[in-house]
């Protein structure tokens, strides 16, 4: 099997960054899938810039690179996601990629279960999402622990018995009004 001068540059810069398991995969690969990918960068290289050569250029090499992360990552919810999201844009895809897998690694390590089963319940295929309303709902849940209007509170539990963002959404709204009408 013959490999290409480009190809050998594409694997030379993949040992460089480490990723001795891609280059198993790109050399066992046949050469027309990557053939194929390269040349599909090169077309998206081109819609995105189509008169600026040096900006195709940019644009080629870190796709490029991004889609040899990409094959590099083992195969698991994150990737899915990322890959679902941007099927054709390598670099968004390692971009959703590393912050769907950090945000799984953070909802892995959580304290409070009931926020966690929150954060569940709403976004069950997104990690970055679940972070985020478990960050939300933690301190609306502590604020809500920490407010001294015991009226208001009641109110704003009442209307939202599982949701500690809307609880604390509510109760300022109430306390706002209430201090208004004195």
């Known amino acids: 099997?013959?490999?290409?001068f480009g190809q050998q540059a594409l694997l030379?810069?993949?040992?460089n960054r480490k990723t001795i398991c891609l280059v198993a995969v790109l050399v066992a690969?046949?050469?027309?899938?990557?053939?194929s990918v390269e040349e599909k960068i090169k077309?998206?290289?081109?819609?995105?810039?189509?008169?600026?050569?040096?900006?195709?250029?940019?644009?080629f090499e870190q796709q490029m690179a991004a889609h040899i992360y990409m094959q590099s990552i083992p195969d698991g919810e994150a990737k899915e996601?990322?890959?679902g999201e941007y099927v054709e844009d390598y670099a968004m895809q390692k971009y959703v990629y590393d912050n769907q897998a950090s945000a799984q690694e953070y909802m892995r390590n959580t304290a409070d279960s009931e926020i966690k089963d929150i954060a569940l319940f709403e976004y069950p295929n997104d990690f970055s999402m679940q972070k985020y309303v478990y960050e939300n709902q933690l301190e609306a849940k502590g604020f809500m622990e920490a407010v001294d209007d015991e009226e208001v509170k009641a109110i704003a539990i009442t209307e939202y018995p599982k949701d500690y963002a809307m609880q604390k959404y509510v109760y300022e709204r109430q306390s706002s009004a209430k201090a208004r009408l004195k």
Not at 12 to 15: G, N
Not at 29 to 35: F, V
Not at 43 to 59: G, I, L, N, R
């Open 1 to 4: 099997m013959s490999v290409s």
């Open 12 to 15: 030379q810069k993949a040992m």
């Open 29 to 35: 690969s046949p050469m027309t899938h990557a053939q």
């Open 43 to 59: 077309e998206f290289a081109q819609k995105e810039y189509p008169t600026d050569y040096s900006m195709q250029e940019y644009v």
């Open 81 to 83: 996601i990322a890959e």
